[in-house]
């Protein structure tokens, strides 16, 4: 079975600053993985997904996410943030091949200060 | 292009009651799920379509039916609807390896 697992629940960072948010997945195939964006009261964005290609990939809104097998991370960053990426963030996980389900973890909500 | 539309935005119903949750795409997409969104809990799989007349379930389907007779639609049922199932919902279509597309939810309260 596949899994995703959000370190941080909430993180919080400067305007400016790096942001980092992190995720471990667990997977006993080849995955595909996302990272997903979610405004107040709105539906999920895609932000960028790795597909087996090249394991850093970048995405919209100048973020970035580094795929690393050995480490089974996927971690997304930006580094310098802006007020307007405050929003919750979601990784998920899918098996490459076919249509599978897509997994989520439980979300890290990103708050930035002045 | 609408994408994923999902109708209605908000639903408040009466324990017991029974209701349809709708979704359609226009993407020509095989795949169609339904997600509930909890606070802490991330998004949890109800069920999923892989094309027309195929369904199955997901992480926490007991509660909730689904058909899908046609490719852009995929309705979720719930057929006595309890406090337990107040969440937010979502729809999502994807095609082969891309990521999903969501719809805008619907954020369903039972009283």
């Known amino acids: 079975a596949q899994s995703v697992t959000q370190l941080g629940s909430h993180v919080s960072v400067s305007e400016g600053a790096l942001v980092l948010l992190r995720c471990n997945y667990s997977s006993s195939v080849p995955p595909y993985l996302f990272w997903y964006v979610q405004y107040p009261n709105q539906g999920l964005q895609l932000l960028l997904k790795?597909?087996?290609?090249?394991?850093l990939v970048k995405g919209i809104n100048g973020f970035e996410a580094e795929f690393k097998k050995s480490e089974t991370s996927f971690h997304l960053t930006k580094p310098s943030a802006h007020m307007s990426d405050a929003a919750e963030y979601f990784c998920?996980?899918?098996?490459?091949?076919?249509?599978?389900?897509?997994?989520f973890g439980a979300g890290t909500r990103l708050a930035v200060h002045p | 292009n609408a994408g994923v539309t999902q109708t209605p935005k908000f639903q408040v119903l009466k324990t017991g009651q029974s209701m349809t949750l709708q979704c359609a795409q226009d993407?020509?997409?095989?795949?169609m799920s339904w997600y509930r969104q909890d606070p802490g809990m991330g998004l949890r799989l109800i069920h999923y379509s892989v094309g027309a007349g195929i369904t199955d379930q997901g992480e926490v389907p007991n509660g909730y039916n689904v058909s899908r007779s046609t490719t852009e639609d995929f309705p979720l049922r719930l057929l006595s609807a309890a406090p337990s199932q107040t969440s937010v919902y979502f729809c999502a279509s994807r095609g082969q390896g891309v990521g999903a597309f969501f719809g805008q939810g619907t954020r369903l309260t039972v009283v």
């Open positions: 998920a996980v899918t098996s490459s091949g076919g249509y599978n389900k897509l997994i």
């Open positions: 993407m020509n997409h095989e795949y």
């Open positions: 790795y597909t087996s290609a090249a394991t």
